[in-house]
């Protein structure tokens, strides 16, 4: 069974950081496109970074610059590392393994960046 564990969510002032991670069980994570997307309030879901099999990495250009996105494999967990965090940003954070054959998804964390 296929588990994606999404972790690290949190309450930050603007300007602050987190890391979010992605815990990864009955799947390998290297073998996906691994995704973090994010839902604010009365927002769509949108697709903030990827990583993909070979390493290569894409963002959203609000969070170009701001945002890494990386992956261990050792520990089949990928990460988020959000720094100068706005308010704009505060929004549930999803993973997601994208393969040929489906996409599976985290359940979310939490992200709230207020002073």
């Known amino acids: 069974q296929v588990q994606l564990v999404e972790s690290g969510g949190g309450l930050v002032q603007p300007g602050g950081s987190l890391r979010l991670s992605c815990a990864a069980s009955?799947?390998?994570?290297?073998?996906?496109?691994v995704g973090w997307s994010r839902q604010g309030p009365g927002k769509q879901r949108e697709l903030v970074a990827t990583?993909?099999?070979?390493?290569?990495?894409t963002y959203e250009y609000t969070v170009k610059g701001r945002f890494t996105i990386s992956r261990d494999d050792a520990k089949n967990t990928v990460y988020l590392q959000m720094n100068s965090l706005k308010p704009e940003d505060t929004a549930e954070y999803y993973c997601?393994?994208?393969?040929?054959?489906?996409?599976?998804w985290g359940q979310g964390t939490q992200v709230t960046v207020s002073s």
């Open positions: 009955g799947i390998t994570l290297s073998m996906c496109v």
């Open positions: 990583i993909n099999s070979g390493g290569s990495t």
């Open positions: 997601n393994c994208n393969l040929v054959s489906g996409t599976y």
